[in-house]
């Protein structure tokens, strides 16, 4: 009977060890440590508690490593044997991220799964597995153990070894995983595998219609009706709480923004609303989205077609307009015929006139006395380049003058002229003091306008307390090159490139005391000594002097920018001066 007995358990030991051995897929049981060491049937593979692992060390882990820590080689075979801790155990390789359910809408879960490498195995008694949120310093950590009296082959590299869930993860964030082979070896790395991951969007998890801040507007739908565009778009799910929305239009030069509040007791899925007040032809960008913080927006484009009529009308009074273009033609070009006539009567009778170049400036010099020589200004070698700087606090009459000039000195003075009102991307891109420090450096010339607005704004810089600066970009640029002017003195360096210039609605006193050593120009009336400064061309001779075309005198007056550059000239000095 007793026989019997042992025989049927031998049996019954034998069946379970081959159910083992054809086992693939492993997940982790409740059992102790002292189960593990012992071998005991059951804990083949062993989730390990803080709890044990504190009571074989001898001290806590909690705060180590997520309350997990690197078991060293002796912690499982002993002090009896030290060579036999210099093994090498390579990295579990496989790893894999796996999504299971998760109750909480807010939050992520996972399990990780992994293969033990073949390299190394026979030494392998268990894995540890570190969860880290990238950015951050939370850290969750698993240990799992292999009972001791169990040796794998190069056969159980098939095995799939899973963790327990790593639950409370925030949605759309990255993390890292690390599976670490144990024992740790002593000489040896390469032992753990790390993997990056990111956990699902809340779309993803658990669909947009339950997301409010991933929510947007998926099906939009756009129709002209005469001259209004009719936008209809589908509305957030109640259960978001989304009662209002907005839509943004840009296009022409021109930006429009709505508000838009449906009204649910009519439809609670769709929303209707008119983008009125568009150009007829132009191309528009818009937007829609939940009018809440970061929302999710949809963009769709508009463009504003002409209707039947107004095509009809068109064509009807085609006739009529072709027949009065082709009159108007006729007529320019019997006025043009005889303008070209007069001026070349007129051009014979006045002095040849030659082009400013810096090896024969010598022939701008006639040798009779009352002789004047005119400079007509071409674009046969490379023009100087020139900064212009100013202050707006002077009102927008003030930057409209100084636009005139610019527009005066690049068309009608042979010069390149950078403007901050002309370069506003380059501006967006590198701020303000940036695009001005290296407008400074690659321009052969900088010009400050001078203004009573800057003055005034210096001094009450200078009353105001340190502890409250207010950013001023014009202040600032105005000491960038105070202090490129003092450099240059102190070094014996050329101070042509700066110069400083006011119109005739300011003073002398206007103009800041560290610029005082640059020249100085009242405008319009030095408009040829600048032109001087510029292209480094004497206008005086013994015996002669030089007249530029469109500059000198008061020929500025007869060309359009010239006179533009006068009318805001006098429109600034109204309402500046009273």
Same mark, same amino acid.
């Given at each position: 009977?007793?026989?019997?007995?042992?025989?049927?358990?031998?049996?019954?030991?034998?069946?379970?060890?081959?159910?083992?051995?054809?086992?693939?897929?492993?997940?982790?049981?409740?059992?102790?440590?002292?189960?593990? !060491?012992?071998?005991?049937?059951?804990? &083949?593979?062993?989730?390990?508690?803080?709890?044990d692992v504190q009571s074989t060390l001898g001290f806590t882990s909690a705060g180590l490593f997520g309350g997990c820590m690197p078991w060293p080689c002796q912690s499982f075979l002993g002090q009896q044997q030290p060579e036999i801790c210099q093994h090498y155990i390579h990295a579990p390789q496989n790893v894999t991220i796996k999504f299971v359910d998760d109750p909480d809408s807010k939050y992520d879960t996972v399990v990780v799964s992994w293969s033990p490498s073949q390299y190394g195995v026979a030494f392998l008694r268990g894995f540890q597995v570190t969860l880290q949120a990238l950015g951050g310093t939370q850290i969750s950590c698993q240990l799992f153990l292999i009972q001791n009296n169990l040796s794998l082959s190069a056969a159980h590299v098939h095995r799939v070894y899973y963790s327990d869930s790593f639950s409370h993860l925030s949605l759309g964030a990255q993390y890292a995983v690390t599976v670490m082979a144990l024992p740790v070896p002593e000489l040896w790395d390469k032992f753990y595998h790390s993997k990056l991951f990111f956990t699902r969007t809340c779309p993803e998890k658990n669909r947009l219609e339950h997301c409010k801040k991933d929510w947007y507007p998926r099906h939009v739908e756009v129709h002209q009706d005469s001259q209004d565009i009719v936008v209809?778009?589908?509305?957030?799910?109640?259960?978001?709480?989304?009662?209002?929305?907005?839509?943004?239009?840009? #296009?022409?030069?021109? !930006?429009?923004?709505e508000i838009i509040h449906p009204d649910f007791s009519v439809n609670s899925t769709h929303h209707t609303y008119r983008l009125l007040n568009l150009h007829t032809g132009t191309n528009y960008t818009c937007e829609i989205a939940a009018d809440i913080v970061d929302a999710v927006r949809k963009t769709f484009f508009v463009q504003v077609h002409y209707n039947l009529e107004e095509y009809s009308a068109l064509h009807k009074e085609a006739p009529s307009l072709a027949l009065t273009l082709s009159v108007g033609v006729l007529l320019t070009a019997s006025l043009a015929a005889i303008f070209v006539i007069l001026c070349q009567k007129r051009l014979r009778k006045k002095k040849t006139k030659t082009e400013i170049r810096?090896?024969?400036? /010598?022939?701008?010099?006639? +040798?009779?006395? &009352?002789? %004047?020589?005119?400079?007509?200004?071409?674009?046969?070698? !490379?023009?100087?380049?020139?900064?212009?700087?100013?202050?707006?606090? $002077?009102?927008? @009459?003030?930057?409209?003058v100084v636009l005139k000039l610019a527009t005066f000195l690049q068309k009608h003075m042979a010069t390149q002229v950078h403007l901050d009102l002309w370069d506003t991307l380059n501006i967006m891109e590198e701020g303000d003091l940036g695009w001005y420090c !290296?407008?400074?450096?690659?321009?052969?010339?900088?010009?400050?306008?001078?203004?009573?607005?800057?003055?005034?704004?210096? %001094?009450?810089?200078? +009353?105001? $307390?340190?502890?409250?600066?207010?950013?001023?970009?014009?202040?600032?640029?105005?000491?960038?090159? #105070?202090?490129?002017?003092?450099?240059?003195? @102190?070094? #014996?360096? $050329?101070?042509?490139?700066?110069?400083?210039?006011?119109? /005739?609605?300011?003073? %002398?006193?206007?103009?800041?005391?560290?610029?005082?050593?640059?020249?100085?120009?009242?405008?319009? /009336?030095?408009?040829?000594?600048?032109?001087?400064?510029?292209h480094a061309v004497a206008l005086q001779k013994p015996g002669a002097y030089m007249r530029v075309e469109?500059?000198?005198?008061? /020929?500025?007056?007869?060309?359009? @920018?010239?006179?533009?550059?006068?009318? @805001?000239? %006098? &429109?600034?000095?109204?309402?500046?001066?009273g």
């Open positions: 009977m007793y026989s019997a007995r042992l025989a049927l358990a031998s049996l019954l030991v034998s069946m379970f060890v081959g159910a083992q051995g054809a086992k693939t897929s492993f997940r982790p049981r409740n059992c102790t440590l002292q189960c593990v !060491r012992q071998g005991t049937p059951g804990c &083949e593979y062993c989730r390990i508690s803080k709890e209809t778009f589908n509305l957030a799910p109640e259960n978001l709480g989304i009662i209002r929305y907005f839509s943004a239009c840009f #296009g022409g030069g021109s !930006r429009s923004y810096p090896d024969s400036i /010598e022939e701008y010099y006639d +040798k009779h006395l &009352e002789e %004047q020589q005119c400079v007509v200004l071409t674009n046969s070698t !490379r023009p100087p380049e020139v900064l212009i700087c100013y202050s707006s606090n $002077d009102g927008p @009459a003030h930057v409209r !290296r407008k400074i450096k690659e321009s052969d010339f900088v010009m400050v306008i001078c203004s009573r607005g800057l003055n005034q704004k210096q %001094q009450n810089q200078r +009353k105001e $307390d340190e502890d409250d600066p207010a950013e001023n970009t014009s202040l600032a640029i105005i000491a960038i090159i #105070g202090e490129e002017m003092c450099r240059a003195k @102190a070094l #014996g360096q $050329d101070l042509s490139k700066y110069m400083t210039a006011i119109f /005739e609605y300011s003073n %002398q006193a206007d103009i800041p005391p560290m610029l005082n050593l640059a020249s100085n120009y009242m405008l319009p /009336e030095d408009l040829p000594l600048l032109f001087s400064h510029l469109n500059v000198s005198e008061n /020929e500025y007056l007869k060309v359009p @920018a010239g006179v533009a550059l006068c009318l @805001a000239i %006098q &429109e600034a000095k109204i309402l500046i001066t």
